[in-house]
């Protein structure tokens, strides 16, 4: 049994930071391309970044320079670092999982079906 659990979402002013989490069981954590992804009201469910078991990330234009995600195998958790949040970011954030070589691929933020695992999301609001 798979599980992936997001914390650490909240409501918080123009210009603040959250910092997400995403603890993880049930698989070999190391072996996975990791992601976040975000849906806000209105909108697709939209990539913000992915991350590979050697370090290696990718992010949206929307959020780079702004977030940044990173991974702790030895705690089997994922962790994304929100600075200058901006109210477009309010949405679900989640956590994702799916095979390694889908970091590494041209696609990594958009083929969200190649990613087999899923939280149950955790909500940011930046209010203005």
């Known amino acids: 049994q798979v599980q992936l659990v997001e914390s650490g979402g909240g409501s918080v002013q123009a210009g603040g930071s959250l910092r997400l989490s995403c603890a993880t069981s049930g698989y070999t954590y190391s072996s996975y391309c990791m992601g976040w992804f975000r849906q806000a009201p209105g909108k697709e469910r939209e990539g913000v970044a992915v991350i590979g078991s050697d370090g290696r990330t990718t992010y949206a234009d929307s959020v780079k320079g702004r977030f940044t995600i990173s991974r702790d195998n030895a705690k089997n958790t994922l962790y994304l670092q929100i600075d200058s949040l901006k109210p477009e970011d309010t949405a679900m954030y989640y956590c994702?999982?799916?095979?390694?070589?889908?970091?590494?691929?041209?696609?990594?933020?958009?083929?969200?079906?190649?990613?087999?695992?899923w939280g149950q999301g955790t909500q940011v609001t930046v209010s203005s």
């Open positions: 994702a999982a799916g095979p390694l070589a889908v970091c590494s691929a041209r696609y990594s933020l958009r083929a969200q079906a190649f990613y087999s695992y």
